[in-house]
């Protein structure tokens, strides 16, 4: 079973980021409106209310989401440098001509087609986008003894792994074990070339990660940030610039134990499905949206 289930980001023109993606990535708007008072204080966030959002599919058809919100951004925020939802990972078809399209795009690339260090099967790059997000671009190029992992069903597929950045690494799997019922794979030190980049580390430098997993299914990575990284600066009472909310479906809704933001409701739409929807806090005020499978 498939757990993740969107990924909602932050952007000044949630229409103009919508055709970005349409155009370089080859999604499609599937719901727009404002968010409504309900939902953003389910977020904590009582002052992205009114904001404007669209939702994006891949071409794929795969119901995992893109969604993006309405968010002043803050000046002092800076991508891979704060605690948080610090980058989305789409798994390609073919790495190297997404390669070439996006350097024809205005996404900017910061990480070139490299094979993980340790990981042969995977076969990466990364860009930011115009907004300060960072996308890691993924092709999958065979199986791992342990888990499944996608292969894109079209140039460019869905979302399958959010990355957190993490003040304290066991404190964050703790809560997430605790709250959500996740288990762990192994912990890898690996050279992270975009990290040692981010906080101008040795090449060499290595960081420790650890991989979110349930039964098969590896769909959240969680990174242990260097010093000098620091909490994500925003705007008072709305959602965080850069990728504000992981949305998660949950197998069995009752057992997530609160504390919820507010009271979980069924909310409607591609995101949510009918379903039961609640919002918690983990570590380093980062916001966890879980949705009950129907």
Not at 74 to 88: E, K, Q, S, V
Not at 137 to 151: F, H, K, M, Q, V
Not at 269 to 276: C, Q
């Amino acid at each position: 079973m498939k757990l993740l289930r969107a990924a909602t980001l932050t952007t000044p023109d949630p229409e103009a980021t919508a055709a970005r993606y349409a155009e370089w990535f080859d999604y499609s708007v599937v719901d727009r409106g404002v968010v409504d008072a309900g939902l953003a204080a389910s977020w904590g966030c009582p002052g992205s209310a009114g904001k404007a959002y669209v939702v994006a599919q891949p071409a794929s058809g795969a119901d995992v989401y893109l969604r993006f919100v309405q968010g002043d951004g803050h000046p002092d925020y800076r991508p891979l440098r704060t605690f948080g939802w610090a980058a989305i990972e789409i798994c390609v078809q073919d790495v190297l001509k997404v390669n070439e399209r996006m350097a024809r795009s205005p996404f900017e690339i910061i990480g070139p087609p490299k094979q993980l260090d340790g990981m042969p099967t995977i076969f990466p790059m990364q860009v930011k986008g115009p907004d300060g997000e960072i996308v890691y671009l993924t092709e999958i190029r065979g199986d791992l003894p342990a888990y499944d992992l996608p292969r894109a069903g079209s140039a460019i597929d869905k979302l399958f792994i959010l990355v957190m950045g993490c003040s304290d690494l066991r404190a964050s799997l703790d809560w997430f074990k605790d709250h959500v019922g996740l288990e762990f794979g192994r912990e890898l030190d690996i050279i992270y070339t975009m990290l040692n980049h981010a906080f101008d580390l040795p090449m060499d430098h290595k960081h420790t990660i650890v991989t979110g997993v349930h039964e098969r299914d590896v769909f959240l990575e969680f990174d242990q940030y260097p010093q000098g990284a620091t909490p994500r600066p925003g705007p008072a009472g709305e959602l965080s610039p850069g990728i504000a909310l992981c949305t998660l479906k949950h197998p069995d809704f009752d057992s997530v134990k609160g504390p919820w933001i507010s009271q979980p409701v069924r909310r409607d739409g591609p995101v949510y499905g009918g379903g039961r929807v609640g919002t918690q806090r983990a570590p380093d005020g980062t916001l966890v949206e879980i949705v009950e499978i129907v």
